[in-house]
T-cell receptor, first 117, second 111 residues
């Protein structure tokens, strides 16, 4: 079991470009969560997805950010027209069951560190 | 709105000391609480998960307790080692399934 896989590990984009971050959940996990960690700040929830559905996107900025988790393939977090303030570490987590049923909690990937220059 | 606070924000201790890290949360309606470790520039490693019906969990030198009614959890680290140096995060999960993270405790254990 390779765990939660995120790529790339590091991503550099110029202002105005698009950033695409990928997350492959653990085998058997159907719930994916994206979190953002700004420099010197804590982790903040962005979006929660199940296969082909966005369950909770209350933490997503209203513009330029989108996420998907298709039937086949990894979950993608897309940031259009990046700005310097988007520079952060983006973490993906997956789980097998939700809330009260979860005995194993959440497993995190190693993150993608986005730098906007 | 759930808020999670961790005290102290930073801690520096000599090797061998027993430590207590504190986590408090404002809404006691949680499903579980999870402690993580984060090394600089790295991802999160899950340390312990406590379900809302449980009082504590132990793994090696780590022991985490949960007092849901008072909104508190503690992480106890016995016989600390330099390799324990990292940032420790607690996070709670509620009915919306997302994790709400605390601000973290940055721990340094020196030889």
């Amino acid at each position: 079991n390779a765990g939660v896989m995120q790529n790339p590990r590091h991503l550099v984009r110029r202002r105005g470009q698009e950033a695409r971050l990928r997350c492959s959940p653990m085998k058997g996990h159907s719930h994916v969560y994206w979190y953002r960690q700004l420099p010197e700040e804590g982790l903040k929830f962005m979006v929660y997805l199940q296969k082909e559905n966005i369950i909770d996107e209350s933490g997503m900025p209203k513009e330029r950010f989108s996420a998907e988790f298709p039937k086949e393939g990894p979950s993608i977090l897309r940031i259009q027209q990046v700005v310097r303030g988007d520079s952060a570490a983006y973490f993906c987590a997956s789980s097998t069951l939700t809330g009260a049923d979860s005995n194993y909690g959440y497993t995190f990937g190693s993150g993608t560190r986005l730098t906007v220059v | 709105k759930q808020e999670v606070t961790q005290i102290p924000a930073a801690l520096s201790v000599p090797e061998g000391e027993n430590l207590v890290l504190n986590c408090s949360f404002t809404d006691s309606a949680i499903y579980n609480l999870q402690w993580f470790r984060q090394d600089p520039g790295k991802g999160l490693t899950s340390l312990l998960l406590i379900q809302s019906s449980q009082r504590e969990q132990t793994s090696g030198r780590l022991n985490a307790s949960l007092d849901k009614s008072s909104g508190r959890s503690t992480l106890y680290i016995a016989a600390s080692q330099p390799g324990d140096s990292a940032t420790y995060l607690c996070a709670v999960s509620s009915d919306t399934d997302k994790l709400i993270f605390g601000t973290g405790t940055r721990l340094q254990v020196f030889p």
